[in-house]
Structures are given as structure tokens and as C-alpha cells.
């Protein structure tokens, strides 16, 4: 049961992977999704099919129905959709449960499950209307998927968040696995496509690992991901041959993904300030380009302004706009806290996110042809904002063809 403010699906995902090259059986729930709502439920490393996805509905659909009936509150999608992961999950059936919380931790409608193993990715400040303003608020909240006598894997915190969680786990005589302690990312190395690790696990030390993800909190997601896998299967080393293998073909949609060459796109869903730190220590330490054009259309309700501060070292100019979203920033707003960030002469804006893309990749390719330059693009601000621009970027490659 995975729970945090920034990398959850990601390690979701990696837990996964190398759950699926142990030999295991798996049922995977994420959220929210980039492209499709298939991906919430996957079974083996797959989405469900809309096969699948219609059979557990039909099966629970009367008790849809009969909940609604009797609660002043219907159920809320992500409700319905945990419930229909329950069911796809016992009819497969599978091995390994993993499930990643929707929003906080302790009444989060995943958190009626009992895990074996919690984990808990970095916390920071998100959803704050909702789990508090300060971290050790948020943190409390986040703590409650910490069950009775379990493992809790926790990735590297801040200090008052650490306190919060290692108490949760003396009251809940949990055993704590953490980050810089019990596990650590002992070397880590840039790689064509990725990156080189050296892990020091929970039972074991797992050497020459490639990993095709980006960024040092990836490096952070895998060793917790490893940490996790090995508590789980029973306390003991992993083969370091499979490890190396399940790591060697992870993926994480939208996650400083690089999505279009000629020029260079990268699609990364940070939505908040604490992702876009990563995005912008990423791209400073991994990528050499001469120049990056920003595509940023995050949701109103969360911090844009610090959004923006972390964009704007690596952004050499800005187009703000709106994903389809309800929840998108207002366009006047958005142009203004750039504005103030960015100065005028660097800000631009579009109505639509896929005119901005357009106009931004053409921006790029003028400047490449005409300087032998290497500007690229940069498309970021929420996880809907980066599901519309992989789609969109998916289908000029299909009209290219």
C-alpha cells in the first residue's frame, strides 16, 4: 500500500515490475490516469481490458446501487473505482495487491485493505484544504495506512514528517524500513536512457543496475520499490539477475518522458512545487540543451505560483495554458503569475494546450534550424495536462506516418 506526496505511482509501478519478474501474480492501482481510465486496474503489468473492466462492473453494480440508496453521499468515482480493482484483482485472481492511495492515507478508500507492506514516498505539501497546512498534518494523515505488526518502508523525509511516521509505527508496533538507514541508493551514474545504480536493499546489495528512468528521486523511487518487494517476499535477497532484469524495463508514462525528437519534447506531470524540484534538478544534471520553451497548465488549486519559481531556471520562455480540465487554472490568472515570475518578454499564453504545443514545438524548430541549436520543449503543470499532451503528441506522429 503505497501512500506520499510525489513518486507514488512510480514506485507503484516498480513494486510491479518486480513483483511480475519474481514469478508473482499482480493487480496494480493507480491513479490518476494519463490517457486512459483502463490503466487505474492493471493485471500482470497491463491495463485491464474493457472486457475486464465491464465483467467487475456488472458484478458490483447492484451494490453500487444499493450504497447510493442508502448514503446521503453517493460513491465518488475513485470509490467505485477501488471497489471494481477489488473485483478484477479476486477474479484473475492474483498474487500481490498494490495498491497507491488517491489522496492522503488514512481515509483514503484504499485504506480498507490490510497490507502487508506500507510505503511511504517523499511528503510534501499538496491537497492542503483537505490534510492540513503543515507537514506534520499532512504527515498524521498519510501515516494512517500504516496497519498493525506490518512493515512500513519509508523513503528519505523531511525531519518533522520522519518523526510523525516513526511514531505511528511504535504505536502500531510496525517495523520501520528506512531510506538512508536500513536501505540507500549507494552509487548512482548517468547512462544513455537513463541511469547506472547500485542499491544497498533491505537483505542484499544489487549492483550495475540500469535503470531507463530519469532524475535522482527516480534512483530514490527504485531502491524504495526494492526494499518494499524484498519484505514482501519473505525477508531475504533478491536475485540480483532479476532485479537487474525488472528494472531494465521499467516505464513511467509521463514522468520526464521524452515523448517527440526533432525537436526534443518531454512530457513530466510535476504539480506541484515539490515535483517541480525534481523536474528542474533533472533537467539541469541530465539534459544539455541550449534553450527550453515551456508548456505549463496547472490546476487552480494548487500552488502555481511556486509552480512557476521552480520552472523558471531552466525555461528560457513560458506559454501558459489550459488542459480540459474543470479544475484548470483561469488563463488571466496563470498569464499574470508568470508574468511575475518570468518578467513579460517571456511570457506568451493559449487557450488551448494543443495550440500551445503546436506553436511551441515550431518555436523550437526555427530556433534549431536557424542557430544549429538544441532547443526543446518542455510540457508540464499537472498529470492531465501531460495525459493530453502525450495523446496529442501520439497522434502527429500517426498523421506523420
Known amino acids: 500500500h503505497i501512500a506520499g506526496t510525489n513518486g507514488k505511482t512510480t514506485t507503484t509501478r516498480l513494486i510491479d515490475t518486480l513483483c511480475f519478474e519474481l514469478g508473482l501474480r499482480t493487480g496494480r492501482f493507480t491513479s490518476p490516469h494519463l490517457e486512459s481510465f483502463l490503466e487505474r486496474i492493471s493485471i500482470n503489468g497491463s491495463p485491464i481490458s474493457p472486457e475486464g473492466m465491464i465483467a467487475a462492473f456488472d458484478d458490483i453494480s447492484p451494490y453500487l446501487d444499493l ?24 477474479e484473475f485472481p492474483v498474487d500481490v495487491g498494490i495498491f497507491e492511495c488517491g489522496m492522503g492515507g488514512e481515509w483514503d478508500s484504499t485504506n480498507v485493505i490490510r497490507a502487508d507492506v506500507s510505503v511511504m514516498t517523499p511528503i510534501g505539501f499538496d491537497h492542503m484544504q483537505y490534510l492540513g497546512d503543515t507537514l506534520t498534518k499532512i504527515s498524521a494523515t ?26 505511528k509505527c511504535a504505536e502500531m508496533s510496525a517495523t520501520p524500513i528506512r531510506e538512508g538507514i536500513e536501505y540507500s541508493v549507494l552509487q548512482r551514474s548517468l547512462a544513455v536512457g537513463g541511469q547506472l ?7 542484499g546489495q544489487y549492483d550495475d543496475i540500469f535503470l531507463p528512468l530519469h532524475g535522482e528521486h527516480q534512483a530514490s523511487n527504485a531502491a524504495t520499490a526494492l526494499a518494499a518487494v524484498e519484505v514482501f517476499v519473505g525477508e531475504k535477497e533478491l536475485d540480483g539477475d532479476l532485479v537487474r532484469s525488472a528494472f531494465g524495463k521499467a ?55 511556486g509552480i512557476f ?59 534549431n534550424a536557424v542557430d ?22 501520439s497522434s502527429l506522429k500517426g498523421n506523420s506516418r
Not at 495506512?145 to 518502508?153: D, H, S, T, W
Open 251 to 305: 516505464t513511467s508514462p509521463g514522468r520526464c518522458e521524452i515523448v517527440h525528437r526533432n525537436p526534443t519534447v518531454i512530457i513530466d506531470a510535476a504539480h506541484n512545487p515539490h515535483g517541480a524540484v525534481s523536474l528542474r534538478k533533472t533537467i539541469s544534471e541530465e539534459f544539455d540543451f541550449t534553450s527550453i520553451i515551456g508548456v505549463v497548465a496547472p490546476m487552480a488549486d494548487k500552488d502555481v505560483d
Open 197 to 203: 545504480l547500485s542499491i544497498r536493499g533491505v537483505y
Open 142 to 167: 498519510k501515516s494512517g495506512i500504516i496497519k498493525e505488526g506490518a512493515f512500513a518502508v519509508l523513503a528519505r523525509q523531511e525531519q518533522e514528517s520522519a518523526t510523525v511516521l516513526m511514531k
Open 309 to 367: 519559481e521552480e520552472c523558471e531556471p531552466i525555461m528560457s520562455r513560458v506559454t501558459v495554458t489550459r488542459n480540459s480540465s474543470h479544475r484548470a487554472a483561469p488563463l488571466d490568472e496563470l498569464r499574470g503569475q508568470a508574468i511575475e515570475v518570468f518578467g513579460p518578454d517571456r511570457v506568451s499564453s493559449h487557450d488551448v494546450l494543443t495550440d500551445a504545443i503546436s506553436e511551441a514545438m515550431e518555436q523550437a524548430r526555427l530556433l
Open 372 to 393: 544549429d541549436g538544441n532547443c526543446a520543449v518542455l510540457i508540464t503543470g499537472s498529470v492531465v495536462t501531460a495525459g493530453e499532451a502525450r495523446s496529442f503528441i
Open 67 to 90: 450504497v447510493d440508496s442508502r448514503m446521503e453521499n453517493k460513491l465518488s468515482f475513485f470509490e467505485a473505482m477501488t471497489a471494481l480493482s477489488f473485483v478484477a484483482f479476486a
